[in-house]
């Protein structure tokens, strides 16, 4: 499958914490409620309801250590997802974060310097079977690391939480090893 | 064939394999799962979506009031409320509430919650701290807690291992968070160290108390690793006798285990370390920032809140008093530390210096109860994080560094050299 829509690109290193500020980490995991305030710490123009979700971002793409700085919040996936964002590209992303955009099935894509590839705005196309990124603005390409089969198993069920349900009902949670 | 790392190993034994490789995704048996009062209620939220009851086992889901007690708002009493409410319905065996608390990582340690060789996770980052008994303590998000808390099972990425051999003798006022600190420094967030297993070994690290360890292992979670680890020996049996009942296989690296780099430290190099707002990874000597003044002192947390801590900031804060434009605030980490260190006649010593001791809890760490900053507040804190806004207000600066330099930085209101104190 191939997706296309604009970019966002990360101006420097982006936290966790930037991308959900301290009073939203309590509200409740919901992708709608969560992409309204979603990136109001990250930058002045996002600091306002819908700020980022109105922009109409596809994809992220970003350096080393996105969605850094040890937070374990899911709202940081969820209000992405509820922003419309379908892939973040990076050189490196926050282990936490990383694990939660697994269990809720928004890919991660771990890409090399295309970072420096890239501006805000640009359309990029990502063939989701090959890992090509392609920057149709500018013509630059760039080839992703491959998702692991683990990792699209639980997106193609819809998230862990659906894996490890169909699991339960099948009483095959055993087997997982 | 190549040997396995003290991680690696861990990693096997616990999902049923001979060997593991660095990237593979397994899943695991985990020893114990912790949640907090913060996001409790949130994972039993998901623990029910999953269809579940009950929990996997009611010995092993530790749970533990940290983050908001005692609530300092009504709505901090209502979230502990629903908290309470839950861990009752569920007939938890380890509650530690008010009266009985402690930050959630000095507990699972200190009650022997984490054993050698055994995997444990829970929804706070800082769960890395387990790697000082030599088992493997990682961080979850709340849907991964309530899938272990149904099914004994969490999904581990297989990290690759960087060793940092650390040699020379301790200064008696430098400490391990100044390990912490220079490490950070001297790797930053550029990769290197994301994902990865930090293992800390050498000479000086055999001579390191369980406080000092469990500092350690606890940054690394700030470095951007996934786990810290130090390999059990004498100091960790002794630590664990008395503290649990079960039977432990502690594990060590094989002399062949495979690391991605290998870091020597020469502990001469590294002296008391700060870093700079507001940025973990700007890191300098405490010679660079002598003399910057601050209003506000901070020790505890799950960094930096044990009896060694207090110790050492009693014996440099002892007869004297703090410089009076100075608020400084000490939390220790448990009940236990608490009362440890009150026995021992540290928090007399450190309260007739003119400093505040409040009830354990994760105080303004996270900038969410006691002791928070505001506007043009300058911290100087043992915490761990220093990002703008980290203990409240975003007009605030956090200067984070060792006990010892905020003790004795303590006393002339500025930045100060521990060593160079008169003794």
Redesign the interface.
């Known amino acids: 499958m191939k997706i296309t829509g604009k970019c966002w690109v990360a101006p420097g290193?982006v936290?966790a914490?930037d991308i959900i500020t301290?009073p939203f980490w309590?509200s409740p995991?919901d992708p709608k409620e969560n992409a309204r305030w979603v990136m109001a710490?990250v930058a002045e123009e996002f600091n306002r309801e819908n700020g980022f979700t109105s922009q109409g971002y596809t994809f992220i793409v970003a350096g080393?250590?996105f969605a850094?700085?040890?937070?374990?919040?899911?709202h940081v996936i969820t209000g992405l997802m509820g922003a419309g964002i379908r892939a973040v590209f990076a050189?490196?992303?926050?282990?936490?974060q990383?694990?939660?955009a697994i269990?809720?099935g928004l890919p991660f894509i771990t890409c090399k310097d295309i970072v420096k590839g890239c501006q805000t705005g640009d359309q990029l196309e990502w063939d989701t079977e090959t890992g090509l990124i392609r920057n149709l603005t500018n013509g630059n390409a760039f080839q992703s690391v491959p998702v692991?089969p683990?990792?699209a198993e639980v997106a193609e069920a819809g998230?862990?939480?659906n894996f490890?349900?169909k699991r339960?009902?099948e009483g095959t949670?055993g087997d997982?090893? | 064939m190549p040997g396995m790392t003290i991680t690696e190993k861990i990693i096997a034994r616990n999902s049923g394999r001979r060997r593991v490789m660095p990237g593979e995704l397994v899943w695991v048996n985990v020893h114990t799962v912790m949640t907090m009062d913060y996001l409790g209620a949130q994972t039993f939220a998901k623990l029910h979506e999953l269809g579940v009851k009950d929990v996997f086992d009611r010995d092993r889901v530790i749970c533990v009031s940290d983050h908001l007690v005692p609530p300092p708002n009504e709505k901090f009493a209502t979230l502990l409320n629903e908290w309470r409410r839950v861990v009752r319905e569920h007939r938890i065996t380890h509650f530690y509430d008010l009266g009985n608390q402690g930050i959630a990582h000095q507990i699972m340690v200190e009650k022997g919650h984490v054993l050698p060789g055994t995997i444990s996770i829970g929804t706070d980052s800082h769960a890395n701290t387990y790697g000082a008994v030599g088992a493997l303590g990682n961080a979850v998000g709340v849907t991964d807690a309530a899938v272990a808390m149904a099914t004994g099972k969490c999904w581990l990425r297989v990290p690759e291992s960087v060793k940092f051999v650390v040699r020379g003798q301790w200064h008696p006022y430098v400490m391990a968070k100044d390990l912490s600190l220079y490490v950070m420094g001297m790797m930053h967030w550029n990769g290197h160290l994301i994902y990865k297993a930090i293992e800390y070994t050498g000479e000086a690290i055999s001579q390191l108390g369980m406080a000092g360890r469990m500092t350690l292992c606890n940054m690394t979670v700030d470095l951007g690793a996934k786990n810290g680890i130090i390999a059990p020996d004498s100091i960790t049996r002794k630590y664990l006798r008395g503290r649990t009942s079960h039977k432990y296989a502690p594990l060590q690296s094989d002399p062949n285990a495979r690391y991605e780099q290998v870091y020597e430290i020469d502990l001469s190099k590294v002296g008391p370390t700060v870093a700079r707002p507001h940025r973990l990874d700007d890191v300098v000597p405490v010679e660079e920032v002598e003399g910057i003044p601050f209003n506000k002192a901070f020790v505890g947390t799950c960094t930096n809140g044990r009896v060694e801590d207090l110790e050492i900031m009693a014996r440099i804060l002892k007869g004297k008093r703090i410089h009076p434009d100075v608020n400084m605030l000490i939390v220790p980490a448990s009940q236990a530390v608490y009362l440890e260190a009150m026995k021992k006649g540290y928090l007399t010593t450190l309260v007739e210096a003119g400093a505040a001791i409040d009830t354990p809890s994760c105080a303004a760490c996270a900038g969410i109860h006691t002791g928070v900053a505001g506007d043009g507040d300058i911290v100087l804190s043992a915490g761990n994080r220093n990002m703008q806004g980290r203990m409240g207000s975003k007009k605030a600066e956090i200067y984070l560094t060792s006990p010892a330099v905020v003790a004795a930085s303590a006393l002339y209101g500025k930045i100060t050299d521990p060593r160079k104190l008169s003794s």
Do not use: C, P, W
């Open positions: 290193y936290m914490y301290q309590t995991i710490g080393h250590n850094g700085g040890g937070k374990s919040i899911e050189d490196s992303f926050s282990r936490l990383f694990r939660n269990n809720y692991a683990f990792v998230g862990l939480m490890i349900k339960i009902a949670i997982l090893r």
